[in-house]
């Protein structure tokens, strides 16, 4: 029956590391902004379709 | 007729329709906008929401400041070498295309190395290559495909902005220790006396007392914090029988676990400090996108352009302009300091200031006041105070915007607390003299059992839950409250004070009422036609009101900035504009008007009056009934008998209130203890809703601006506020009735408590139950509350 010491550091130490996770999550703002990832996430398809254009032009307006 | 509507940006373009590419564009602007797109094949922009552009703004010369080194060292967040990073507010930023261009940019040039978009924030995270592009060229670039950075004083200070996250951290450990701390106390509740359980128990206590010590003097540290400050100031508030419930449970489970007495109460303690900062947490609704603390600062720029003695223009800070500097105030720009007029026509829109919308010219020589807008051509002017020292700016100097509101405010929790506090005081005294006669043993088990019982948790959970689910309701309403608090005193009012300009006016629409000689057809159609050409506001409001005429091409057309507008078409000629400019003498000055006269016959006037926002007669009468009714106008009388045919007689109404006098007049009747609501949206209103008891501004675009206040209301909910009052006073019953609920359990557990009988698991099933009662009382009383709101009367 010995064994529950083995088991109990194991789960404490699996959920310290779950706890530690969520805390440098937090702390490098990963929950600071929610919505715009979301929206983000729906790009990526258009990003790939890059197409090979070497010049760069930018029309002044003034 | 089909409605043409530009592709880049939505807008109206009947008028001007430029096509390209076989699409509608209502201006150039817009065509070059698309134009840069294609060239660099971002069209998907236009893929993602039709219509997703702004029109590009004339910018010549607005950021040169921009190329200072001081100003970009406070403006970036990172500046090292060849990279830096800086974080600008977009206000158009409005949907997913926006995104999507703004995430894209290094398309348009190699050279920005990241972008990165918070949308709530309406922000955007450049990274830059300094060495081939400055901070002025990212803004340009950005200003030229019509996402406009919004630079102001206020980005004008060192050091990041702290974000306080510590209250998730709190939640994090609380909730980390609960959840194991439940699972460890989980075999002692049934399986008393097992031998294998038995033998391990005392592994499985300490277990949870370890656990326990973060919650105890990390996460519940806040409220042993407040309750000493509380003592300290001889107040009993809701925190001192919390802090006292959570030692006395810490101290008592430690007790028994050295003793071997008992498994202890660490289940109960950690979720109570977990239940009660969920409260806290859930309390706190915050708008990313709105502010409730700007200032002048928020709408003032960083730098204007100065005129050297030697005739050279370079771009000066604002907090560095000195009496007798020459200034140089573009179209668009605001005026920062008060200062004489030297040069140019001035037009200059206070509508930051006042609410008013409409402009003012100005000749030279006359006074400028900080605040102002220039909305035609470039002007110069001298200053003649520094920015601090401005008539408008001096308003916060004042000590009220020092102050914090809820100081000095007793909510009905803490309110309830003290007689709380006292009643199990003395019900664990009494229950501890009657054990220490009869069974000596069990007394300090007693004791300590009914303040570990009586601990307020659901009274405290009580107010949190119902005004953090409130202030959900009202946000979706649009009615941004700033934090529970204000609700609470918005309940308690007794005096409502408003502003009239933009408060009870609406900006966007005046009527016109036309005094004369009656117009013919001919020359209605010529009016209508004239007006169209011209930008000037009040030809837009006159043309907007007119009824539609078919187009006829003018033959002349020609606009005298600050006068009117004179045109022919067919022999016919125009002047509309000001008394002397038609050829007449202004009469009455209270009222803005437009004089018309064709081929030099005058014909008549065109008188504004400010519109009224709808349902404003029907929202005074329904407020009449419970609340003394004020209105405060900086404007002069000239709306007096308007006001009084619209309003309950008993309204009192007074003009001519500087912004000083409009915060004095409050704080008066305060002292004589009226509760004061002030409605207002200028910044000279900024003082009275800062003094008032609860300061709401009214806005038309919460996006844009709004002075410091304790909630922002949109325009068009005005007619609800009576509703939002009443909601709020609902609240206060419900919190009334939920407190009635917990007490109920607090009996029951006080019997356990006082008969010497509470077991671990007694409490550990009565603790939650309570809480999670009121949770969901509290949350379907405000839902049905809410449902009331949004029912049509």
Known sequence: MS????????????????????????????????????????????????????????KKTN | MDKLSCFHCGDDCDNTNITFNEKNFCCNGCKTVYEIFSENDLTC?????????????????????????????????????SIQIATLYIPHIHCSSCIWILENLNKLNEDITASQVNFGKKTVRITYNSEKVTLKDTVLLLSTIGYEPYISLDDFKTGQQ?????????LGIAGFAFGNVMFLSFPEYFEVGEFWLEQYKHLFRWLMFAFSIPVVFYAGRDYFISAYKGLNSKLLNIDVPIALGIAVLFIRSTAEIIFDLGSGFFDSLTGLVFFLLLGKFFQQKTYTFLSFERDYKSYFPIAVTKITSVGNESPIQVYDIKKGDRLLIRNEELIPVDGILINGKARIDYSFVTGESETVSKQS?????????????????????????????????????????????????????????????????????????????????VFTAVLIIACPCAIALSAPFTFGNLLRIFGKLKFYVKNASVIEQLARVNTIIFDKTGTITSNQKSTANYEGVALTSSEETLLKNTLRGSNHPLSRTLYDILDEHHIISLNHFEEHLGKGIEATHDNNHIKIGSASFVGTTESSVLNTTVHISTNDHYKGKFTFYNSYRKGLSKLFNQLKKHYDLVILSGDNEGELENLKKLLPSKTKLIFNQKPDDKLEYIKYHQSEGAKVLMVGDGLNDAGALAQSNVGIALSENVNVFSPACDAILDASKFKQLNKFIKASKRAIDIIKWSFALSFIYNIIGLYFAVTGQLAPVVAAILMPLSSISIVVFTTIATTILGKKINEKE
Request: aromatic letters at 12%; hydrophobic letters at 40%.
């Open chain 2, 162 to 170: 702290h974000v306080n996250r510590s209250l998730i951290y709190k």
């Open chain 2, 45 to 81: 922009y236009y893929d993602l929401q039709t219509s997703p552009g702004a029109v590009p703004k004339e910018i010549q010369g607005k950021y040169d400041f921009l190329s200072q080194d001081n100003i970009i060292e406070k403006l970036t967040e990172f500046n090292d070498g």
């Open chain 2, 365 to 445: 020589g006359d006074k400028l006041y900080a605040g102002g807008k220039q909305t035609s051509g470039v002007i110069e002017m001298e200053a003649i105070k520094s920015v601090e020292q401005s008539y408008l700016t001096q308003l916060w100097s004042n000590d009220v915007f020092n102050k914090n509101k809820e100081d000095g405010f007793t909510t009905l929790t803490n309110a309830i607390s003290k007689r709380f506090t006292i009643a199990v005081l003395s019900i664990a005294i009494i229950a501890t003299l009657f054990w220490l006669a009869t069974d000596a043993s069990k007394a300090m088990n």
């Open chain 1, 3 to 58: 064994v529950i010491y083995i088991l109990l550091s194991i789960s404490i130490v699996v959920a310290i590391v779950f706890f530690i996770a969520f805390i440098t999550a937090v702390k490098k703002g990963q929950y600071d902004d929610s919505y715009t990832p979301s929206v983000r996430m729906l790009f990526d398809d258009e990003l790939v379709k890059e197409q090979p254009k070497p010049s760069i032009k930018i």
